[in-house]
């Protein structure tokens, strides 16, 4: 069974920084992409950032310059670090894998929440 776990997700203030943490199990995503969804209350889910083994680290223009995602493909697992959070960074973040940039990933994590308060 594939699983997806996230962690490292809470509540900060604005201008504060979070680090989530996914590790995937029961197969491996070494040269698949990984990466991050969120879901803001009342809006549909995006993308958020992902890493390619070809195509390098792409993110969505709302994040660009405060959020990296990284991988430990040793590890089998995928990071989200998040500095200068607003307000609207608020939301469920879910872990992803194996997808294309613009696809859709045929893995989920079950999310985890974010709060940023002002």
């Known amino acids: 069974q594939v699983q997806l776990v996230e962690s490292g997700g809470g509540s900060v203030q604005t201008g504060g920084s979070l680090r989530l943490s996914c590790v995937g199990s029961g197969r491996t995503f070494n040269g698949y992409g990984m990466g991050w969804f969120r879901q803001a209350p009342g809006k549909e889910r995006e993308f958020v950032g992902g890493?390619?083994?070809?195509?390098?680290?792409r993110y969505a223009d709302s994040v660009k310059g405060r959020f990296t995602v990284s991988r430990d493909n040793a590890k089998n697992t995928v990071y989200l670090q998040m500095n200068s959070l607003k307000p609207e960074d608020t939301g469920i973040y879910y872990c992803?894998?194996?997808?294309?940039?613009?696809?859709?990933?045929?893995?989920w994590g079950q999310g985890t929440q974010v709060t940023v308060s002002s």
């Open positions: 890493s390619w083994t070809v195509g390098g680290t």
């Open positions: 992803a894998g194996d997808f294309n940039f613009g696809g859709d990933p045929n893995y």
